[in-house]
């Protein structure tokens, strides 16, 4: 859902109220709670000013969010390789098999291009339609296609590389 601007919400209250999901998205961009964190604030600095010239689009959420993905594929944000444990939900019951899965998953994104994770994070964590995607990316919906194919297909290879638990060698 895409909120509009509401004439009497302050930069601030906006700051307040869109915040959270902003970092949630700039950690699921770069795989990094600290790297999401300096991703949204230097979104945040860039739609400040766009604000003060009073030309933010209507649209404030989906802004902010397109500045994110315009930093993130330019790269010009801090990537770390490594991400927290409590970065992305646990997927096992077992709490030391949840942080090796994360930590794979973590690290098996970041092998892929920015684009390419820029998709899957926005297709994937985002829900969005791949016209949605192709929007916001400024490109056409079959390289939305094509980008995410390409990721899904490293991340299997990936996938059959890494020794599963009880598999004997």
């Known amino acids: 859902m895409v909120s509009v601007r509401r004439t009497d919400e302050s930069f601030d209250d906006f700051v307040v109220r869109t915040g959270p999901a902003l970092v949630r998205f700039g950690t699921g961009l770069t795989g990094d709670r600290a790297a ?13 000013s766009s604000w003060q010239r009073s030309s933010f689009p209507e649209h404030q959420d989906a802004y902010a969010r397109r500045v994110m ?21 646990d997927r096992t019951d077992d709490p030391a098999a949840s942080v090796v ?39 056409p919906t079959s390289t ?17 590389l ?6 004997t060698r």
Request: glycine share 6%; proline share 4%.
């Open 162 to 167: 890494r020794p599963h638990p009880g598999a």
């Open 144 to 160: 939305i296609r094509s980008h995410a194919a390409r990721a899904l297909a490293k991340l299997r290879t990936l996938d059959e």
């Open 69 to 89: 993905l315009r930093i993130f594929l330019r790269g010009r944000e801090r990537t770390r390789p490594t991400a927290t444990a409590t970065d992305i939900a």
């Open 36 to 48: 999401g964190e300096d991703l949204a604030q230097e979104a945040l600095t860039r739609c400040w």
């Open 101 to 139: 899965e994360r930590d794979l998953c973590w690290h098996a994104l970041q092998g892929l291009s920015r684009a390419q994770r820029a998709v899957l994070v926005l297709r994937y964590y985002e829900d969005l339609p791949d016209e949605r995607i192709a929007d916001l990316l400024g490109c």
